[in-house]
Structure formats: structure tokens, C-alpha cells
């Protein structure tokens, strides 16, 4: 299938479409999620490192008890539900940003479900619903030489914490989506938990777009796009996404299930691999991590801590 052009119509009459984003806000902490190694932004190459974060032999993870209350603060922000016993997992994949070989995120037992979050689209009030938020570490970057002959790596932003706050299936265009994601910009930023600075990789988002006909409400198969690193693209890639899935769908085809990597500078998007499910990974509880278990001061006094 041939991508068609990008641009209009961003919805078709027979088609709708279903968007849900996967938000990953850097928290404001000064140290990694479980390490001692600081977080600055812009500092040279691997000066933010220490044994954890290479994921040498022998060392252990510590939890950054400020990563989890900034967490904590969003979450009530949101209304969601605070689960007083949360844990670990480790999510296995290979890849050279990755030096442990897994990172730590939560799985089955996340740190909040649920809660809302309300803006406004065109003088409107919206609200949309979180599944989850949950706490994770990002992973290093990979450098590329512009004459495609090394690669190099900048392990400054691995282990750094990041939450995820990942929405229901609830948006409905691109520019919705683009508002949603503005405020989750402003809530964090107003909250003090993230500088959400979209250039600097604070704030990034994973948009997963799928249409249906028009009037029915099963789900139709997804894509999920990554490499989003601005609004307006953002609002672009959701906008090609939905019109590359109308022009597959109306020749009688059928939508794949993949990652697809957007490029800004082409203003495409193109497939990096099949989307992987939750067993790829082979998600287990990090063995070196006690559960999180908030007590219910600490909650209360986060609560009652929260502005207007
Ligand atoms: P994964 O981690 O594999 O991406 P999740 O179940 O955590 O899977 O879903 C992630 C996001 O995908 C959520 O924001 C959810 O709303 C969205 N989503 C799930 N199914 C669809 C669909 N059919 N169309 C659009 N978005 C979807
Ligand atoms: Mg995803």
C-alpha cells in the first residue's frame, strides 16, 4: 500500500477516528529513579553516570523517594485511584540504550489508574480518561554519525525517571489530541512535577491511532507512532496517520499492526516493526525493588499540598 499523500481530509465521513496518546513526562527530581547520578539536561556525553546506570555487575537500584511523590502528585492531580501497594517489573528488550537489558517500569500493579483529565477544545470542555499512570526509567540516546559509520551512545538520560500517563481510546481528531496533550504540558508544569519541555525530551508522546466506521464502537486495529517531538507535529503525524488508515481501508485493505517512526523533515511516517505485545517483553517483578507503598499521611499531606 502506497502512503497517500499527507494532509485532508484529517476524518471521512464513513470513518472515525480513535486516538489514545502514552505520555512520558520527565519528573523534576535531582538524582535517577534509582541511582545517585544526577539529571541535568545538556551536560556532555556520559558525565551522568555511575555503575547503576551502566548496569555493571553487583550494583542495586535504590528508589528515588521524590520520583514517586511527584508521580503521586500528578495522579491525585488527576483524580486517579492511588494503589497503596504498587510494584516493580522488569520489561526485557535488546537494545544499546538499554545497558541493563530491561527497564523498570510497572506492569500489573501501576502506581495510579483511572482519573481524568479536562481542557478545552474550541471553547468546549473535554475530558478524557487515564488508564494509568505509572512510573518508569528512560533510556539512553543513540547518537548516529552522519556518514552512517558509528553509532554512539549518551547514557546521561538513562535511569532517569520518567511517568507514564497513558489515556483511554478517547480522542477523536488530531487536533484534540494536540489539546491533550497541551494539557498535560500545562498540569505538569503547574504542578512543579515536569518542565515538560517537548525539545529537550521531557515531554514526549507515543500517538496510537485507529478509525472505525462510522456509528459502530468496537475497536479497529491501531498503529502506534513514535518520534513525535512537538505539537505540531503531533497534530501532522495523527493527521497522515488517519488519512494513510482512510485510504487503506476504503481500497478494501486492511490496517497492519505496527510501530511506525514519524519524520518530521518528509512529513511521512514509516514502519519500524510489528507492534510487539506485552509477552515479547517478558515482563516479571524486579526482584531487587520492595513494592511502593505509600501510608495514607503521605497521600493526605500530598493531597492537601496540591493549589487550587
Ligand atoms: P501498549 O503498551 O502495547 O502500547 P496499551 O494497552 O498500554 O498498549 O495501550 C496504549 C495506548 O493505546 C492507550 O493510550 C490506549 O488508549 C491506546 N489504544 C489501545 N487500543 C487502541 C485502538 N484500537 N485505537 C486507538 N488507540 C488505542
Ligand atoms: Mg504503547
Not at 30 to 56: Q, R, V, W
Not at 191 to 206: I, T
Not at 209 to 232: C, D, M, P
Request: glycine letters at 8%.
Amino acid at each position: 500500500m502506497t502512503a497517500p499523500a499527507a494532509g485532508p481530509p484529517a476524518q471521512d465521513g464513513e470513518y472515525e477516528a480513535v486516538i489514545g496518546l502514552e505520555c512520558h513526562v520527565q519528573l523534576r527530581t535531582a538524582s535517577k529513579a534509582f541511582t545517585a547520578a544526577a539529571t541535568e539536561f545538556g551536560a556532555p556525553p556520559n558525565t551522568l553516570i555511575d555503575a547503576y546506570t551502566l548496569g555493571l555487575p553487583g550494583s542495586l537500584p535504590v528508589l528515588c523517594g521524590r520520583a514517586v511523590e511527584l508521580a503521586l502528585r500528578l495522579g491525585l492531580a488527576c483524580g486517579c485511584r492511588i494503589a497503596l501497594r504498587s510494584e516493580f517489573a522488569r520489561k526485557n528488550y535488546f537494545y544499546p540504550d538499554l545497558p541493563k537489558g530491561y527497564q523498570i517500569s510497572q506492569y500489573d500493579a501501576p502506581l495510579c489508574q483511572g482519573g481524568a483529565l479536562p481542557f478545552m477544545l474550541n471553547g468546549q470542555r473535554r475530558e478524557v480518561c487515564l488508564i494509568r499512570i505509572h512510573l518508569e526509567e528512560d533510556a539512553g540516546k543513540n547518537l548516529h554519525a552522519a556518514d552512517g559509520r558509528a553509532s554512539l551512545i549518551d547514557f546521561n538520560r538513562a535511569g532517569v525517571p520518567l511517568c507514564e500517563v497513558v489515556s483511554e481510546p478517547e480522542l477523536r481528531s488530531a487536533e484534540e489530541a494536540a489539546e491533550y496533550l497541551r494539557a498535560v504540558r500545562r498540569l505538569v508544569r503547574f504542578l512543579g512535577v515536569s518542565d515538560g519541555n517537548m525539545e529537550e525530551g521531557s515531554l514526549r508522546c507515543d500517538a496510537n491511532v485507529s478509525l472505525r466506521r462510522r456509528g459502530t464502537t468496537a475497536l479497529g486495529q491501531r498503529t502506534e507512532l513514535k518520534n513525535i517531538n512537538s505539537f505540531k507535529h503531533v497534530q501532522k503525524a495523527i493527521e497522515h496517520e488517519i488519512a494513510r488508515q482512510t485510504a487503506i481501508l476504503r481500497a478494501g485493505g486492511q490496517v497492519a499492526a505496527e510501530t511506525r517512526g514519524w519524520d518530521a523533515q518528509r512529513g511521512t511516517s514509516r514502519s519500524q516493526r510489528s507492534k510487539e505485545s506485552a509477552h515479547d517483553y517478558r515482563y516479571f517483578p524486579e526482584p531487587d525493588l520492595l513494592p511502593v507503598e505509600p501510608s495514607a499521611e503521605l497521600i493526605a499531606e500530598l493531597r492537601a499540598a496540591l493549589p487550587e
